[in-house]
């Protein structure tokens, strides 16, 4: 047999994904395993976005629909834009397809050539690194540390820039490490952007579960000339707890939507329609429950940093934003646990997973090897329950 594609087969598997279903599978076969690895809420959808997708169904909106996503859809994204941070797009400027994940996917297919390089700030959410390799362009990594809030600065960027620069890759607040950029920071990033030609891909998929009262700016308000460089994207699965609907969308300057449609009518054939009706209510019926979620993961969050930090050999490093929290697990490297030499944060969560029975997702994914991942979207209780085994896992070693 012929051999496959080569890029498809440098693309590795989603280490988010993986664990979540690895916490699944041990479940399933009766582990009493505690899984922090999903980045999904724990909340069931709003009740009255559920009837709008029951009504759906029952009214026979089951068929395709237009490749961009309905009128009423692309309508409702404009108007929560609006509403929530004054900018205008109009219905050419948007586009919808199944996730932000996927929206990530044909954006970069639609800006990058071969070659092209992508600046990315890590630590990053796994899946940008593969699809940018998936897409044919190379991943520019850009390291930050503890002392910048694990964020990339102005100048870092500016230092980045070659001549094959295409893209930025933005994801703010951010997955994994729970940090937001203030809009001074996020002016100097504009700024270097427009001076050095570069295309935005602002992620603001978590841009309503903000802690300690402060406001998320979006990137595409930081001026024309900002907005006619970035694609905005954002969707309705950590906001209204609809991971499984399969809903995101992109904001832009028309020419690139155009060119996003047109793919997205060869891999997509318009998005489900029961999701975009049940996604029309979610961003333009009532918004309380965003409030509710979000004051409940700010109480977590609380929760899981003080008491991480009592723990000795980690370190978290405190969320601003999000359901994510990073756990600093360098002093461990070097050391044994239970007859294993702890080498990066990979081996730390093998290792809890095994002998704690707690799922973290390991940092190499994310560019973050010294860290793991800990998610906050689970109940007060099984958070609780695992800071319990981590004492007792680090106790016991
Ligand atoms: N975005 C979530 C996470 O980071 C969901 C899983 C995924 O799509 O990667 O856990």
Same mark, same amino acid.
């Given at each position: 047999?012929?051999?496959?594609?080569?890029?498809?087969?440098?693309?590795?598997?989603?280490?988010?994904?993986? $664990?979540?279903?690895?916490?699944?599978?041990?479940?399933? @076969?009766?582990?009493?395993?505690?899984?922090?690895?999903?980045?999904?809420?724990?909340?069931?959808?709003?009740?009255?976005?559920?009837?709008?997708? $029951?009504?759906?169904? /029952?009214?026979?909106?089951?068929?395709?629909?237009?490749?961009?996503?309905?009128?009423?859809?692309?309508?409702?994204?404009?108007?929560?834009?609006?509403?929530? %941070?004054?900018?205008?797009?109009?219905?050419? /400027?948007?586009?919808?397809?199944?996730?932000?994940?996927?929206?990530?996917?044909?954006?970069?297919?639609?800006?990058?050539?071969?070659?092209?390089?992508?600046?990315?700030?890590?630590?990053? %959410?796994?899946?940008?690194?593969?699809? $940018?390799?998936?897409?044919?362009?190379?991943?520019?990594?850009?390291?930050?540390?503890?002392?910048?809030?694990?964020?990339?600065?102005?100048?870092?960027?500016?230092?980045?820039?070659?001549?094959?620069?295409?893209?930025?890759?933005?994801?703010?607040?951010?997955?994994?490490?729970?940090?937001?950029?203030?809009?001074?920071?996020?002016?100097?990033?504009?700024?270097?952007?427009?001076?050095?030609?570069?295309?935005?891909?602002?992620?603001?998929?978590?841009?309503?579960?903000?802690?300690?009262?402060?406001?998320?700016?979006?990137?595409?308000?930081?001026?024309? /000339?900002?907005?006619?460089?970035?694609?905005?994207?954002?969707?309705?699965?950590?906001?209204?707890?609809?991971?499984?609907?399969?809903?995101?969308?992109?904001?832009?300057?028309?020419?690139?939507?155009?060119?996003?449609?047109?793919?997205?009518?060869?891999?997509?054939?318009?998005?489900?329609?029961?999701?975009?009706?049940? @996604?029309?209510?979610?961003?333009?019926?009532?918004?309380?429950?965003?409030?509710?979620?979000?004051?409940?993961?700010?109480?977590?969050?609380?929760?899981?940093?003080?008491?991480?930090?009592?723990?000795?050999?980690?370190? @978290?490093?405190?969320?601003?934003?999000?359901?994510?929290?990073? $756990?600093?697990?360098?002093?461990?490297?070097?050391?044994?646990?239970?007859?294993?030499?702890?080498?990066?944060?990979?081996?730390? @969560?093998?290792?809890?997973?095994?002998?704690?029975?707690?799922?973290?997702?390991?940092?190499?994914?994310?560019?973050?090897?010294?860290?793991?991942? %800990?998610?906050?979207?689970?109940?007060?209780?099984?958070?609780?329950?695992?800071?319990?085994?981590? /004492?007792?896992?680090?106790?016991?070693?």
């Amino acid at each position: 047999m012929k051999e496959l594609s080569a890029l498809a087969q440098s693309v590795r598997a989603s280490t988010t994904v993986e $664990i979540d279903s690895k916490a699944k599978s041990m479940r399933a @076969a009766g582990i009493d395993v505690i899984g922090f690895g999903a980045g999904e809420p724990d909340f069931d959808t709003p009740e009255h976005i559920k009837q709008a997708g $029951i009504r759906a169904i /029952e009214n026979n909106q089951t068929r395709y629909t237009p490749a961009a996503g309905t009128v009423d859809v692309r309508n409702a994204v404009a108007y929560r834009l609006k509403e929530d %941070w004054g900018v205008e797009y109009g219905l050419d /400027e948007i586009a919808v397809t199944g996730g932000a994940k996927h929206m990530v996917y044909v954006t970069l297919k639609t800006l990058v050539n071969p070659g092209d390089e992508v600046i990315l700030p890590a630590p990053y %959410w796994v899946s940008y690194y593969e699809i $940018i390799k998936m897409v044919g362009g190379v991943p520019v990594i850009v390291n930050t540390t503890e002392e910048t809030g694990l964020k990339m600065t102005a100048a870092q960027l500016k230092a980045a820039v070659t001549p094959k620069t295409k893209a930025l890759i933005l994801n703010n607040p951010g997955n994994p490490t729970g940090m937001m950029y203030d809009k001074e920071t996020l002016q100097a990033i504009a700024q270097v952007c427009v001076e050095e030609d570069l295309y935005v891909i602002s992620d603001e998929i978590y841009d309503k579960l903000i802690f300690d009262g402060k406001k998320h700016t979006c990137f595409a308000t930081l001026g024309e /000339e900002v907005k006619a460089r970035t694609i905005l994207i954002n969707g309705v699965a950590k906001s209204y707890a609809m991971t499984g609907w399969r809903i995101g969308y992109a904001a832009g300057p028309k020419n690139i939507i155009k060119v996003i449609s047109n793919y997205l009518s060869h891999c997509m054939s318009g998005t489900n329609p029961i999701s975009q009706i049940a @996604a029309v209510e979610a961003f333009t019926g009532p918004q309380d429950t965003v409030e509710v979620m979000r004051q409940e993961f700010e109480k977590r969050r609380d929760y899981l940093y003080e008491r991480a930090n009592t723990i000795p050999g980690i370190h @978290a490093v405190r969320s601003e934003a999000t359901f994510y929290m990073m $756990i600093n697990v360098e002093a461990l490297v070097g050391k044994t646990l239970y007859g294993v030499e702890i080498k990066d944060g990979d081996d730390f @969560a093998k290792l809890f997973l095994e002998k704690g029975l707690v799922a973290v997702v390991p940092g190499s994914g994310f560019g973050a090897p010294n860290y793991v991942r %800990w998610s906050f979207a689970v109940s007060m209780e099984n958070i609780k329950e695992g800071l319990d085994r981590l /004492e007792k896992f680090l106790a016991d070693a």
